[in-house]
T-cell receptor, first 113, second 114 residues
Framework: SQTIHQWPATLVQPVGSPLSLECTVEGTSNPNLYWYRQAAGRGLQLLFYSVGIGQISSEVPQNLSASRPQDRQFILSSKKLLLSDSGFYLC????????????FGEGSRLTVL | AQSVTQLDSQVPVFEEAPVELRCNYSSSVSVYLFWYVQYPNQGLQLLLKYLSGSTLVKGINGFEAEFNKSQTSFHLRKPSVHISDTAEYFCAVSSKAAGNKLTFGGGTRVLVKP
């Protein structure tokens, strides 16, 4: 069966520091991968998605970037964090084609101080 | 473009009472519909989905939803809620015409009171 893991689960970082959140999927190949963010009291905001290695699409301009160095690995990064980057980050995957159903990781809570 | 509207941002409900969460979508083509639940500090978990066939869909934890094409709705119901149903619920829609991209509603926060 397929599983998705993301880490770290919790992160407290100072403003201006770098960020790296990692997500891996197991049990499937060539998944579509997604990064979402939830700010406090707000809904899901799609940040990035990827349909293949090295292929990244950005939904909104911001202080973050994403990379997909391997088929089942998706990384969210920042060179210098802002206070506004605080939130709950969710990685998700789905089968290419299919119905669009997404499978989510456990989430990573980032607090920027 | 497809879109999803969850009409209630918060729904307080007493334990053992019924609850209905409303969801309306906008799409001119055949759609797939989903309800997800998110417990505090966790990822989203699929409750149920409508792909085709029977318009009444049963999911986990006693939830069910009914697809109404004429009203473009996919309301979620549970006849008797538990304290453990306190969570945020997201409705979502996808379609082949939109490349199977999943579009989420803004979420409904359910607070079950004893």
């Amino acid at each position: 069966s397929q599983t998705i893991h993301q880490w770290p689960a919790t992160l407290v970082q100072p403003v201006g520091s770098p960020l790296s959140l990692e997500c891996t999927v197991e049990g499937t190949s060539n998944p579509n991968l997604y990064w979402y963010r939830q700010a406090a009291g707000r809904g899901l905001q799609l940040l990035f998605y990827s349909v293949g290695i090295g292929q990244i699409s950005s939904e909104v301009p911001q202080n973050l970037s994403a990379s997909r160095p391997q088929d089942r690995q998706f990384i969210l990064s920042s060179k210098k964090l802002l206070l506004s980057d605080s939130g709950f980050y969710l990685c998700a995957w789905r089968m290419a084609g299919g119905t669009g159903e997404l499978f989510f990781g456990e989430g990573s809570r980032l607090t920027v101080l | 473009a497809q879109s999803v509207t969850q009409l209630d941002s918060q729904v307080p409900v007493f334990e053992e009472a019924p609850v209905e969460l409303r969801c309306n979508y906008s799409s001119s083509v055949s759609v797939y519909l989903f309800w997800y639940v998110q417990y505090p500090n966790q990822g989203l978990q699929l409750l149920l989905k409508y792909l085709s066939g029977s318009t009444l869909v049963k999911g986990i934890n006693g939830f069910e939803a009914e697809f109404n094409k004429s009203q473009t709705s996919f309301h979620l119901r549970k006849p008797s809620v538990h304290i453990s149903d306190t969570a945020e619920y997201f409705c979502a829609v996808s379609s082949k015409a939109a490349g199977n991209k999943l579009t989420f509603g803004g979420g409904t926060r359910v607070l079950v009171k004893p």
